[in-house]
């Protein structure tokens, strides 16, 4: 079975992760990253769920963060306040990981609502986003490489990256911010100096130009292009055999 | 004996229109359906809500064109779908509406449980959430400030109060003792902020059940005004240790929530046209059905 | 068996407490008084301690409040932030009892230190002390009635009753404050215009002239002088052999 | 597979003098003992302590002289007596005192919990309390604030994040997943407040029994960086549902803590005189006399 994008992303998302850390995850890709990053060279890891989960064992493929079967076997079951205050908020989480409708050139992400063709449209809104991305030590985006997914500026700035460009400290926000962007195509990360999306490296087989012209905000071309590792064979066979069998987020379209 | 334990109709009856309600569900789980439809039936109008993540209770309330205010962190039906009446209700501008975190929202209700009539976060900062409220409904629930002792400064929330709270659990004493399996969100707080608490609980144990392991009470009876019992309380939604969600009659859901005219034929077929929770599940899921989604007693689903 | 004056101040302090009630009690006669009423006549009155108790039913009579035997068999286990934060911060617990080394006219209590004789002596603080008298809307005092114990003014300002006379509002103290002074004389009010101890009832066979020349502080004669109730033959027969058959808190020099 | 365990003696040689550290016990009840013999035995000096209602452990750390700051809510021995060494050091001026309420401490725990620099309370005001800590040790701790809202006067306190904190639990995994069983005081609090944490525990289970009732896990594990498995290690106070007080061994006690020279005398021939926590054990109360005192299961005392 030949490799998929989404699996190059989890072993990316994997990737980011050391032992020992403390990580709010959600349903799906970040899920899997984290869970793959455990069952690899991370076997310390705490994952982590807002609704007040630590450390479970999610069981027959969960369609969400209320559904019983992610939080299975979990160590501790506590709430928001737990897990958002005492974690998230007392600064020990060292990596978020959260979806977005849109994120811009600064890691400004939205989850709010969309402007397309001048139609408002409004969506989940932050629930725990915003929180994650003001407080957690390092936040990873996970998400479809599309043009108008990445644009300039976000349509609703739901959760901040680097606001106008600003270093987050004269903000007055306490984390770290955006660290990694994983799409199907490639790993964005954010220029120290500037805080803006710089190309980390592209999957196998995909060219410089086909990422940017999927990117809405201009994106510089490296002087020498790093590729995406892919999953080793073991990799491959704990995420297809112990982690989604039933390749449910494997296989989905994102 | 039969202490508290009252009908979600007579319950219900004692709710005036206006109130602020603090819902306990998250997403498609242990939703307060019960109470939901019978705040429908009895045509409750101008209600508050407020909830941290805003699910199929709230959806509903908003779709029956019950609610004036919304005070949520967000919503969703997780993966059968967004809140469509809550976001069409937003298109439309038919309703006030305050968008803020989980975090922000478990505050405010802790604040208010606390008694403290204000709490600093770190949440909000920089965000368009923050200019919206700033700019509107929540203008006076939001204030920058600065700490006394080390000048960081954050922004103040005020205390969220609700007049009355509804939360299900699956256990509870005829008392109102209650245990919560499974994860909590922000049900404690938002329980022991609100000047009125009504649990709707899937099964009733002795109080001497209770005393056997008061660690398990996350809410005591002295804080609690009534106990509604009623089994499948909650169904479509799922609560951990007693059924699973139903995932046919979730989709049946979202696809009539997606308009404006199908939500109203739901309303009309499953709600007000049931007289009552009994009847609704009796059309909705009959005996079979529900036997079917029942929770399997190690995996709790 | 002839009727103790320990008896009759418990009796007198359950007779504060109405059904239904939320009441912070602490070992000792407090408790007795307590779970009296709730045998009684308030059988829905809910006890708390503040380590995180509700509704305990204490057995072979607890030596304090850290003692497994005081929380035998409560409904609900927590700790000091749900009793003391979320529900006497929150303004639900209708009556506090507080024991003391010494009260004053204004019903200021101090369990901090004494000062006889000159030398310095330090005793056990506030502990929930501060937090009950400052926050619950009535407070009942139960001690030994002794001129020393009861000066003008307390050696150290521990826990607010009306400071310096002044109305709670003024100070931006929330709860009601003061309500009875009950020793092994009398029953004391507080007078709502000066906000000072006032006799209400003296126990049968007490004389005035005592409990004045027992007070260290002015104590006005009223025209009338009630006199406190006896408990009943039922109150003496639970309080004997139901609250405290082995006589531990009833039977100890106070 | 060991996990986090760690003997008391290596983890008290990673405490450094001077450091802030907050003790889990009540009076007599889960206090952590083992620790504070080990602290004692090394010879820790200038420690800050801090404790909602203080008691035996930090009783005996400021009659062996090891501490110079104490920042308690009260103190006491339950009907044992008063803690004699804490108030004759008091008396003597011999270290800095910071005296506050039950509440006002577990709130300066909450905020450091939750990461709050600061937080308001409705207690302490109009008291000698508050005067004394605005003009000593505690001036930088407190501060008049108005609610931004209402207007509401409180007293600010700044959020108290200990060094390192010791929590005597009954049972936990050797991962440090924690379950405390009976009234939990302010160990939640104080525990998720401090920057390092250690537990003590009677009794070390699997973590798939931990995971048979997550409900119960008041401490997660990615908090705790070492669990002392140390049965009897509150001895002589009580541990609810493991072994009750040991009266005649308090009484003793509370004689030799009257006086500052047989206190030295308690402390030379129990805790200097003695290796560790079981040659202590073995010397204050041999096997019988613990086997007396084990909690029968029902009545957990």
Redesign the interface.
């Known amino acids: 079975m030949e490799i998929r994008a989404t699996e190059i992303m989890a072993a990316a998302g994997a990737r980011e992760l050391k032992n020992g850390e403390?990580v709010v995850v959600g349903?799906g890709l970040p899920q899997v990253a984290c869970f793959l990053a455990k069952a690899t060279h991370a076997p310390e890891l705490?994952p982590l769920?807002?609704?007040?989960?630590?450390?479970m064992?999610p069981?027959d493929t969960p369609?969400?963060?209320?559904?019983?079967?992610i939080?299975?076997?979990?160590?501790?079951?506590?709430?928001?306040?737990?897990v958002?205050?005492?974690n998230?908020?007392?600064?020990?989480v060292d990596t978020g990981f959260l979806g977005a409708l849109e994120v811009d050139r600064f890691g400004n992400i939205n989850?709010?609502l969309s402007k397309h063709g001048g139609k408002?449209?409004?969506?989940?809104?932050?629930?725990?986003?915003?929180?994650v991305a003001?407080?957690a030590k390092r936040v990873i985006v996970i998400m479809r490489h599309e043009a108008r997914k990445l644009p300039v500026a976000v349509a609703?700035?739901?959760?901040?990256g680097f606001?106008g460009g600003k270093p987050r400290a004269d903000?007055?926000?306490?984390g770290g911010g955006p660290h990694r962007i994983i799409t199907d195509k490639a790993v964005l990360g954010f220029d120290a100096g500037t805080r803006t999306a710089q190309l980390v490296s592209l999957h196998p087989g995909i060219s410089f130009d086909d990422v940017a012209a999927n990117t809405g905000f201009p994106l510089q071309r490296p002087d020498s292009i790093a590729v995406t590792s892919l999953p080793t064979a073991e990799q491959l066979r704990i995420l297809r055999e112990e982690i989604d069998p039933k390749s449910v987020y494997l296989g989905q379209a994102l | 004996m039969t202490g508290k334990i009252r009908t979600v109709t007579e319950v219900v009856k004692t709710v005036p229109d206006g109130a602020h309600i603090a819902l306990g569900g998250f997403a498609i789980a242990r939703s307060v359906v019960a109470v939901v439809h019978e705040l429908i039936r009895q045509k409750k109008r101008d209600l508050t809500l407020s909830q941290g993540v805003a699910g199929l209770d709230t959806d509903l309330l908003v779709g029956a064109g019950a609610v004036a205010r919304l005070i949520i962190g967000g919503g969703s039906l997780d993966r059968f779908g967004p809140v469509h009446c809550i976001n069409r209700a937003r298109e439309s501008g038919s309703l006030s509406f305050e968008d803020w975190s989980s975090l922000s929202i478990c505050f405010r209700y802790l604040a208010g449980a606390l008694g403290l009539s204000f709490i600093p976060i770190k949440s909000l900062i920089a965000s368009e959430i923050l200019d919206r409220l700033e700019n509107g409904a929540g203008a006076v629930q939001v204030k920058a400030i600065a700490c006394p002792f080390t000048g960081e400064r954050y922004v103040a929330m005020k205390a969220l109060v609700p007049d009355i709270c509804f939360v299900h659990v699956q256990i509870a004493d005829s008392e109102g003792n209650c245990r919560i399996l499974g994860p909590r969100w922000d049900n404690e707080e938002q329980a022991k902020a609100a000047d009125r608490l009504v649990v709707v609980a899937e099964e009733i144990v002795s109080t001497d059940e209770i005393r056997r392991e008061p660690e398990r009470t996350i809410i005591p009876a002295h804080r609690v005004e009534a106990v509604i019992h009623q089994p499948f309380g909650a169904y479509p939604a799922s609560v951990f240790g007693c059924y699973d969600y139903d995932a046919a009659h979730l989709k049946l859901y979202v696809e009539h929530s997606r308009d404006a005219r199908k939500i109203t034929d739901y309303i009309d077929e499953y709600i007000r046209g049931t007289a009552d929770h009994s009847a609704y599940l009796e059309k909705a899921a009959p005996l079979q059905q529900r036997s079917a989604l029942k929770a399997r007693p190690v995996l709790g689903y």
Chains 1, 3 share one sequence.
């Not at chain 1, 769920?49 to 450390?55: C, K, R």
């Not at chain 1, 369609?63 to 079967?69: F, N, Q």
Request: hydrophobic share 35%; net charge positive.
């Open positions: 403390t349903i705490t769920l807002e609704i007040g989960v630590a450390n064992r069981k369609v969400g963060l209320a559904d019983s079967r939080f299975y076997r979990a160590t501790c079951w506590s709430g928001f306040l737990d958002m205050g005492m998230l908020h007392r600064g020990i989850t709010t408002l449209r409004y969506f989940n809104g932050s629930a725990g986003g915003n929180d003001s407080l609703h700035l739901t959760s901040p606001p903000l007055d926000l306490r």
